[in-house]
């Protein structure tokens, strides 16, 4: 079993920034790539950053130049940096990973419980 726990969401005003943390925990062998994923009310999940394991980035249009995804592989933590806020941003945020655990070591994926962003003045 793995445990995910999310934390740094809130509500800022536009412009402003928060950093989002998603920490793993258990019998981890690896962990291989992870994204943030949003879904704001009435709307469909969507894939916001992913990083893989060799820290290769691939970002939404939505979050290029503003996001940024990172990761801390000795303490089992991503990260995404949000600058530049807007409205539009206000979602519950989730974290995705594919992890392997021991002993079997199999692939699967595992989603964080979700925290919430809320941009507005």
């Known amino acids: 079993q793995v445990q995910l726990v999310e934390s740094g969401g809130g509500l800022v005003q536009p412009g402003g920034s928060l950093r989002l943390s998603c920490a793993a925990s258990g019998r981890i062998f690896r962990i291989n790539e992870v994204g943030w994923y949003r879904q704001a009310p009435g709307k469909q999940r969507e894939l916001v950053a992913v990083i893989n394991s060799g820290g290769i980035t691939n970002y939404a249009d939505s979050a290029k130049g503003r996001f940024t995804i990172s990761r801390d592989n000795a303490k089992n933590t991503v990260y995404l940096q949000m600058n530049s806020l807007k409205p539009e941003d206000t979602a519950v945020y989730y974290c995705?990973?594919?992890?392997?655990?021991?002993?079997?070591?199999?692939?699967?994926?595992?989603w964080g419980q979700g925290t919430q962003v809320t941009v507005s003045s």
């Open positions: 995705n990973l594919e992890i392997q655990l021991e002993p079997t070591r199999l692939k699967y994926h595992s």
